[in-house]
Protein backbone atom coordinates (compact mmCIF):
# COMPACT_ATOMS: atom_id res chain seq x y z
CA UNK A 1 0.00 0.00 0.00
CA UNK A 2 0.93 3.60 -0.73
CA UNK A 3 -0.80 5.35 1.44
CA UNK A 4 1.01 7.68 4.69
CA UNK A 5 -0.14 9.00 7.68
CA UNK A 6 -0.11 12.57 7.88
CA UNK A 7 1.22 14.64 11.44
CA UNK A 8 0.95 18.14 12.36
CA UNK A 9 4.09 19.28 13.84
CA UNK A 10 4.25 22.12 16.30
CA UNK A 11 6.74 24.65 17.22
CA UNK A 12 8.38 22.52 20.07
CA UNK A 13 8.29 19.24 17.33
CA UNK A 14 5.46 17.38 19.17
CA UNK A 15 3.63 15.67 16.32
CA UNK A 16 -0.51 14.89 16.26
CA UNK A 17 -2.15 12.58 14.00
CA UNK A 18 -4.17 14.76 11.15
CA UNK A 19 -5.31 11.85 9.16
CA UNK A 20 -4.48 7.97 8.41
CA UNK A 21 -4.65 6.75 4.84
CA UNK A 22 -3.60 9.61 3.32
CA UNK A 23 -3.41 8.90 -1.08
CA UNK A 24 -3.84 12.27 -2.05
CA UNK A 25 -1.75 15.60 -1.03
CA UNK A 26 -2.19 19.18 -2.82
CA UNK A 27 0.11 22.13 -1.33
CA UNK A 28 -1.47 25.03 -2.04
CA UNK A 29 -0.69 28.95 -0.85
CA UNK A 30 -0.59 28.59 3.25
CA UNK A 31 -2.54 25.13 3.37
CA UNK A 32 -2.12 21.69 2.42
CA UNK A 33 -5.33 19.97 1.08
CA UNK A 34 -5.72 15.69 2.23
CA UNK A 35 -7.41 12.80 0.83
CA UNK A 36 -7.26 9.59 2.20
CA UNK A 37 -8.49 6.14 0.27
CA UNK A 38 -12.07 6.46 2.74
CA UNK A 39 -12.81 9.99 0.29
CA UNK A 40 -12.31 11.90 4.14
CA UNK A 41 -11.31 15.34 2.83
CA UNK A 42 -9.56 17.95 4.74
CA UNK A 43 -7.40 21.31 4.67
CA UNK A 44 -4.77 21.72 6.76
CA UNK A 45 -2.91 25.12 7.48
CA UNK A 46 0.61 24.91 7.30
CA UNK A 47 3.17 23.54 4.55
CA UNK A 48 5.08 20.36 4.00
CA UNK A 49 8.42 20.12 6.49
CA UNK A 50 8.91 16.33 5.64
CA UNK A 51 7.91 13.43 3.62
CA UNK A 52 8.95 9.63 4.66
CA UNK A 53 7.12 7.37 2.34
CA UNK A 54 8.68 4.48 2.99
CA UNK A 55 8.09 5.26 7.03
CA UNK A 56 4.20 6.20 5.83
CA UNK A 57 4.67 9.72 7.63
CA UNK A 58 4.47 12.94 5.83
CA UNK A 59 4.72 16.29 8.09
CA UNK A 60 3.27 19.55 8.25
CA UNK A 61 4.56 22.24 10.06
CA UNK A 62 2.30 25.06 11.20
Known sequence: MCESNVYLVD???EKTLV???VDKVIPKEGD???ENIFGERLTVKGHIK???LVDH???IAE
Open 57 to 59: SIL
Open 19 to 21: MES
Open 32 to 34: VYL
Open 50 to 52: EMA
Open 11 to 13: QQG
